[in-house]
């Protein structure tokens, strides 16, 4: 499997500068050359994930020296399309909620790996992953996502043919899932008339918008799973770990405040037949928790 182009063998170091016009706006100075550029065809790409998802351990010690730098070159690849649709969401979510808090993240290796293995039912391939770059807005109310959400729809009706196309959007708040979990998330496929950043064109950026306690929410899945060492946020939804924490964060979803709009409206939720249940079970809870942190001392 040989690069593209060794022109294109560049590192991702160098970051974005931003640059206060005189207006007090903010732009940015772009080196986006330093960035790294996809190397090799999208078929390697999709061979070297065949290879991961069948791999059982690390990937950094079982996968072929080849495959893992075809992965590590298309993960790497995704620094430049994620900076930039960042910025676009950090534009939009600051004018709704100048508090707003913007985030980003590269998937990690592992987290491929499992995804990957999770999809080989459905075929994934490596090269059609939609949330190897990510980033999230979380605002202080639902009706500031209902606000953000405008804006996107604002955005895509203007400009439909527009340099990043949104290809994708799940409101996991009116169409909640049944494990507890709310969120708008969206995909944006990076695409750019530039010659300069045609190497890009097609990376596809996973957009998450939530609610302050709907990220709290999620924020404490993944704290149990810390100190538990189950993998509550890919498994709530399935008979995989403790059914008492699956239970429960479950009913906290359906809970005012996280759920509402017209999931609520039209009755999805029935939070106060929950509420008994709910009680009875933080004791269970309490005690597994302190359980859990105990052995960490």
Request: with cysteine; aromatic share 8%.
């Amino acid at each position: 499997m040989t690069p593209r182009s060794s022109t294109d063998c560049v590192s991702a170091k160098t970051p974005f500068h931003p640059v206060r016009r005189i207006d007090g706006r903010v732009t940015l100075r772009q080196h986006f050359m330093a960035f790294s550029k996809p190397q090799y065809p999208l078929g390697s790409v999709d061979a070297a994930g065949r290879v991961l998802a069948e791999s059982v351990g690390s990937p950094m010690q079982i996968v072929d020296e080849g495959s893992l730098e075809v992965i590590k070159n298309w993960r790497a690849a995704h620094h430049f399309p994620l900076q930039i649709v960042k910025m676009m969401l950090k534009g939009r979510a600051k004018r709704i909620d100048p508090q707003a808090l913007v985030s980003q993240r590269m998937k990690r290796l592992p987290s491929i790996q499992n995804k990957l293995i999770r999809g080989q039912s459905e075929t994934m391939r490596l090269s059609q992953m939609q949330d190897i770059g990510g980033c999230r807005a979380v605002l202080k109310h639902i009706s500031d996502v209902d606000r953000l959400m405008a804006l996107f729809r604002e955005g895509s009706a203007k400009n439909p043919t527009g340099r990043h196309k949104m290809v994708g959007t799940r409101d996991y708040i009116a169409d909640p899932k049944a494990d507890g979990y709310r969120g708008v998330h969206y995909v944006f496929r990076y695409q750019s008339p530039s010659p300069d950043r045609s190497a890009w064109n097609g990376l596809r950026i996973e957009i998450q918008v939530r609610s302050k306690l709907q990220h709290a929410w999620a924020t404490a899945v993944e704290t149990v799973d810390t100190f538990t060492g189950q993998s509550l946020k890919f498994a709530l939804g399935t008979n995989i770990g403790d059914p008492t924490w699956r239970r429960f964060f479950a009913l906290k979803g359906r809970q005012p405040g996280l759920a509402s709009r017209a999931s609520v409206r039209r009755g999805c939720y029935c939070f106060e037949n929950g509420i008994s249940e709910l009680l009875l079970g933080y004791a269970g809870i309490r005690a597994a928790l302190n359980s859990a942190i105990a052995k960490t001392r």
